[in-house]
């Protein structure tokens, strides 16, 4: 009976290791050393789709409210860069298709109303989520994902082109709104 006790503990020993299995390491970390971070935020509800510019970023600081401040300017430049990049796409297809395409006059009006219509839409963001970590020497990082409503930054794109005269003139409501969407489909899926 004793016997049987004693083989039964190594039995039982080399089952439990067998039968726990560590994390594989992957072939990047087999062979530099590097493991893979999880960065948060990085799911499809914080990532830009046809009804909201989304952004995310991070600040690093001994003091919490600096690393706060640092997070959202990094993720306001990162959504302006995008609002900015895609109204440009959509003023330059809809310039294009206008009569007054070639007017270079008419072409300079829609880009300095693109930075107008940014600004505003940085003004008007919410913060989706964010998370806060301590490091292990009492830093912080802060991590925020913030988020514009895509018929907001419209409203004010459509207000700032009606209450312009010389773009007025021209400017067709509808087929603007159409390669808008379209522009924020493909940004959507190109996420």
């Given amino acids: 009976m004793k016997t049987t006790k004693l083989l039964l503990v190594p039995a039982l020993a080399i ?21 893979e971070i999880s960065v948060p935020f990085s799911t499809k509800e914080y990532k830009t789709d046809e ?19 640092i997070a959202l300017n990094n993720a ?17 297809q809809y310039t294009n298709q206008r009569t007054v395409g070639k007017d270079q006059e008419y072409e300079n009006k829609f880009e300095e ?3 107008e219509v940014t600004n505003q839409s940085l003004a008007n963001i919410r913060v989706k989520d964010e998370k806060i ?17 895509k018929k907001e930054v419209f ?6 082109i009606s209450a312009d005269k010389k773009l007025q003139v021209d400017y067709d409501k509808a087929k603007f709104q159409q390669i808008f969407d379209a522009e924020m489909k493909k940004l959507a899926n190109e996420q």
């Fill in 155 to 160: 409203k004010t794109m459509d207000a700032k």
């Fill in 15 to 35: 089952m439990t290791l067998v039968g726990c299995k560590g994390k594989k390491a992957t072939p990047i970390e087999k062979e530099t050393g590097a493991k």
């Fill in 51 to 69: 009804d909201y510019y989304r952004a995310k970023n991070l600040g690093k600081s001994p003091d919490m409210a600096a690393a706060k401040k």
């Fill in 133 to 149: 970590f301590q490091e292990a020497n009492g830093s912080y990082t802060y991590w925020v994902a913030i988020e514009a409503d």
């Fill in 76 to 92: 306001k430049s990162e959504m302006a860069s995008n609002i900015q990049t895609m109204i440009k796409k959509v003023t330059d």
């Fill in 113 to 115: 109303l693109a930075r």
